[in-house]
């Protein structure tokens, strides 16, 4: 193959503690024993209890005919109860509309902060599957303005296969002050 492989891992958090900086290390073996590696990383800086989150790494080209891809968590750093570096925020109404051919998908909804400091950082993490259940694209959309608390934000963003149809899209929202 002349071009390069995108790889998602998905990783869930079944604990009760919040996470973050999650990243993991992808390795690609081909049958005659050669390898490469990368680093994935997640469109999001927190992984919250019991949800997961892809993670993404890129293989540059040319790469075998036959590889086997593995993964190992490399860091997932745990966040003090007291901490206030993330703000409670939830998404609200949140829609999805594939396209025809399945290759893109536009997403709605709107994204809500609660507490009492308004976000200065507002991202949203789209996630999107086939009809196997596997990641087929993931994509960040970050908001560029101030949210302040009570005040409710629309966003619209489009999410991108790179492969097989879009069954369904997930998404995940973190805000900062």
């Known amino acids: ?12 958090n079944p604990g009760s503690d919040r996470l973050e900086s999650v990243s993991a290390r992808l390795r690609l073996a081909s049958p ?11 469109p999001l800086n927190l992984l919250e209890p019991g949800t997961q989150l892809s993670l993404a790494a890129y ?14 968590i490399l860091t997932a750093l745990p966040v003090p109860l007291d901490d206030s570096r993330y703000l409670p925020a939830r998404l609200e109404g949140m829609a999805f509309e ?7 998908a536009e997403v709605s909804g709107e994204i809500l ?15 999107a599957y086939d009809t ?9 959309w970050e908001n560029e303005q101030p ?5 409710r934000l629309a ?15 997930e998404a995940q929202v973190e805000a900062r002050p």
């Not at 594939?98 to 893109?104: E, F, Q, Y």
């Not at 902060?113 to 996630?127: D, F, K, N």
């Not at 949210?147 to 005040?151: A, D, I, Q, Y």
């Not at 963003?157 to 879009?166: E, F, K, N, R, T």
Request: some cysteine; aromatic content about 10%.
């Open 98 to 104: 594939v396209a025809p051919g399945g290759l893109s």
């Open 32 to 42: 005659g024993g050669e390898y490469q590696e990368a680093d994935a990383y997640s």
């Open 155 to 169: 966003f619209v963003a489009q999410v991108y296969s790179l492969g097989p149809a879009i069954a369904r899209v």
């Open 59 to 72: 293989f540059p080209g040319p790469l075998p005919q036959e590889v086997q891809i593995t993964a190992e």
């Open 1 to 12: 193959l002349e071009g390069g492989l995108w790889c998602f891992v998905v990783v869930t």
């Open 132 to 140: 196997a259940g596997k990641v087929v694209g993931l994509r960040r």
């Open 147 to 151: 949210l302040p608390v009570g005040e």
């Open 113 to 127: 902060v609660e507490g009492e400091t308004q976000a200065q950082t507002v991202w949203v993490a789209l996630t």
